[in-house]
């Protein structure tokens, strides 16, 4: 009796094998074996190109463009890296998504700059993308941009720090005003310093208001101001994840409470939020007022947030105002890190404890800006926080009379808790 072997399986069962191959090195080896396994592997071994075109020769690249290599009909997702921006580099992009076969390219991501040209020639030819992620800048194109977009079947959109986005966000809103789509998920952010920032935020308000409901939106509109509510009221019965951030970090540039409250009431199915707060000034680090009360602003605000149904996480982007001991340091430094674990320990248990009086099921608390990096030079606290980076879990306690009382626990290692909520806590 002939037993069978590895070359007896189907080709789908081998593809399921060969997708746990994700080492580049181990995959050419595979292909070495035989020209059946170069077949089997190519597929997954190909769908997904990451090139910065400074290191890759002539040679290489004729290579990869052949037709007889068998090797652009697999590229699903194209990844040009920020070192891209050599003299001759978006010529090769171009050559490159030109050589992909029609309507196959799903993903495209960019870090580098990303001209008019290739910008079209990619919608053009792959009018199938799904997701857009574009970090950098992008040239203002010689023609309206809506003439050269089918976005139909877009699902993602991330525009990242690109200093002229006006023509490349009014193209986009005119095809929706236009034409049906898919698109779930949108993130914008822009970089602080740029020209025409109020055109922007309006650009954004209208992009809001003609694209399909979305369940996904993050918005970092830097200090440029802040979307209007409305804009945001018209995606409320779908939203699941909201993350908007105006820039600052303590004291900002937040929606003013009446419109905060609206937007929290009105999406009732957020699992995870990320604002700005009301400013929260809690004085003196070392010597902190016993039993100090949420701010009444801050309270109405936090409110709103416990309504939420289902919301399992929240993460605050602003940072109280806090005194330190040295007035010239804007961090803790020596005795002040223990003070500063001390007060936000306090600020945490009395937000989770707000907020479950209220019938909120929130799970996880984060009090962390996007602006600010966690300090490497300062140590962690006792709790394993560095400053400005918090990170808290409900849980319950008993009190000396045998109460069970509501704690923030904190947390280190919250994301290997709950790795759903990376987009989260790693925002920004």
Not at 325 to 338: C, F, I, K, N
Not at 378 to 385: A, E, I, Q, V, W
Request: net charge negative.
């Amino acid at each position: 009796m002939a037993y069978a072997t590895f070359a007896d399986l189907p080709p789908e069962m081998v593809g399921n094998v060969f997708a746990f191959i994700r080492s580049k090195s181990h995959q050419s080896s595979v292909c070495l074996v035989s020209r059946t396994w170069r077949d089997q592997i190519r597929p997954i071994m190909w769908e997904k190109i990451e090139t910065d075109f400074r290191d890759a020769s002539a040679p290489s690249l004729a290579t990869l463009l052949h037709p007889q290599s068998g090797i652009t009909g697999h590229i699903r997702e194209l990844d040009i890296c920020e070192s891209a921006k050599t003299t001759d580099g978006d010529y090769r992009a171009i050559l490159v998504i030109t050589a992909i076969p029609r309507d196959r390219l799903r993903r495209f991501e960019s870090t580098c700059k990303v001209s008019a040209l290739t910008f079209q020639v990619l919608l053009q030819s792959q009018r199938r993308i799904e997701d857009i992620d574009i970090g950098g800048s992008f040239s203002t194109p010689d023609q309206p941009t809506h003439e050269s977009l089918n976005l139909s079947n877009l699902k993602g959109l991330h525009i990242e720090w690109c200093i002229d986005q006006i023509p490349l966000l009014e193209g986009i809103s005119s095809f929706y005003t236009h034409n049906a789509g898919q698109l779930e998920e949108l993130i914008i952010a822009l970089p602080t310093r740029m020209e025409n920032p109020k055109h922007t935020v309006q650009a954004i308000d209208t992009l809001l208001k003609t694209c399909p409901k979305l369940t996904y939106l993050q918005l970092d509109l830097s200090v440029h101001g802040l979307v209007a509510r409305d804009s945001v009221l018209v995606h409320c019965k779908t939203l699941t994840e909201l993350m908007m951030e105006s820039g600052m970090t303590e004291g900002g540039n937040y929606f003013p409470i009446a419109d905060i409250t609206a937007i929290l009431k009105a999406c009732t199915k957020l699992t995870a939020l990320a604002i700005d707060m009301p400013t929260l000034e809690l004085g003196c680090i070392s010597d902190p007022p016993d039993g100090f009360s949420l701010d009444e602003d801050y309270a109405h605000v936090l409110a709103a947030v416990a309504t939420q149904p289902v919301l399992k996480a929240f993460r605050i982007l602003s940072l109280p105002v806090l005194e330190f001991d040295d007035p010239s340091s804007e961090r803790p430094t020596g005795r002040d890190t223990l003070f500063c674990q001390v007060v936000m320990q306090n600020l945490a248990n009395q937000i989770l404890r707000f907020a479950t009086d209220r019938g909120s099921k929130l799970k996880v608390l984060s009090i962390k800006p996007s602006l600010e990096p966690v300090d490497l030079n300062s140590g962690r606290d006792t709790n394993g926080h560095k400053w400005p980076e918090y990170h808290y879990i409900r849980g319950r306690v008993s009190d000396i009379t045998s109460t069970d009382v509501v704690v923030a626990h904190p947390s280190k290692s919250v994301i290997l808790d709950f790795p759903d909520l990376e987009p989260l806590l790693h925002y920004i």
